[in-house]
């Protein structure tokens, strides 16, 4: 009987312990080898894009993403990405001259937090495009536009 008893707090423990480490945030520190491309031209350029905080993992509701994204080397955000299906999601927000919030960009970064999609509008008026976009890791348009379709196809 005692043997049943300890068997059973063991497994109690190992579940809770199970379910503390499963919730507790995850920091992670991720950088992207990225690319700059534009679907009205034929820009690209290539940049590095960082991403540095808190994962949370949930079993209820939707897991996120809490940190800063680093773009260009100076262009640093606040970003709280949640979990949609099977990629984190988000906008990109600043303060106007008169403190109002606008949003100034959107960020998907797939499920296992390995590619990146974004589009700023301080990116677009940094290099004049129009219509620009970054996706990573890529070395090209070509592969940033492969990455864009595989984040959104769950991949």
């Keep these: 009987m005692k043997k049943k008893w300890i068997l059973s707090s063991i497994i109690v423990i190992a579940l809770i312990y199970g379910l ?73 927000i600043a303060k106007d001259s008169n403190n109002n919030t606008i949003n100034i960009g959107s960020v998907d970064v797939s499920h296992d937090l390995d590619k990146i999609w974004l589009q700023l509008d301080n990116i677009n008026e940094r290099y004049s495009l129009s219509e620009g976009y970054i996706a990573g890791p890529a070395n090209s348009a070509s592969e940033a536009k492969g990455i864009s379709r595989m984040i959104y196809n769950g991949k």
């Design 20 to 92: 503390y480490d499963y919730h507790r945030p995850r920091y992670v520190e991720l950088s992207f080898n990225s690319v700059i491309f534009s679907l009205k031209s034929d820009f690209e350029n290539s940049i590095v894009v960082s991403m540095k905080g808190d994962q949370y993992n949930s079993r209820i509701g939707n897991g996120m993403f809490i940190g800063e994204l680093s773009i260009d080397g100076d262009l640093r955000y606040n970003v709280k990405l949640t979990e949609e299906g099977k990629l984190y999601a988000g906008s990109i």
